[in-house]
Nanobody
Framework: QVQLVESGGGLVQAGGSLRLSCLASGGTFRRYAMGWFRQAPGKEREFVADISGSGFSTGYADSVKGRFTISKNNAKNMVYLQMNSLKPEDTAVYYC????????????WGQGTQVTVSS
């Protein structure tokens, strides 16, 4: 059983930056692909970024490409989301998720961290 705990959310002005962190425990971290998702009020949860177990392969939603960077530190069981040039439309609860690389569905989710971008 994998447990995920996010941190690093907060209030930031448009154009600013935040770095989200997610600490994983309970599994062999390098065997898990990790993802970041977000859910804004009144909207469905959406994919933001993902990274392979090794950390060598990444993917991004078009809406964040070029502004957000996902990274993974297998020695520390951590995954990060560096968010630059933030926009008010990035306001959402951000969730960290984990899946075994052979399985496409994310099985493990954190509790979420709020990101609010003011205009």
């Amino acid at each position: 059983q994998v447990q995920l705990v996010e941190s690093g959310g907060g209030l930031v002005q448009a154009g600013g930056s935040l770095r989200l962190s997610c600490l994983a425990s309970g599994g062999t971290f390098r065997r898990y692909a990790m993802g970041w998702f977000r859910q804004a009020p009144g909207k469905e949860r959406e994919f933001v970024a993902d990274i392979s177990g090794s950390g060598f392969s990444t993917g991004y939603a078009d809406s964040v490409k070029g502004r957000f960077t996902i990274s993974k530190n297998n020695a520390k069981n951590m995954v990060y989301l560096q968010m630059n040039s933030l926009k008010p439309e990035d306001t959402a609860v951000y969730y960290c998720a984990a899946r075994k690389e052979a399985i496409m569905m994310y099985d493990y989710w954190g509790q979420g961290t709020q990101v609010t971008v003011s205009s």
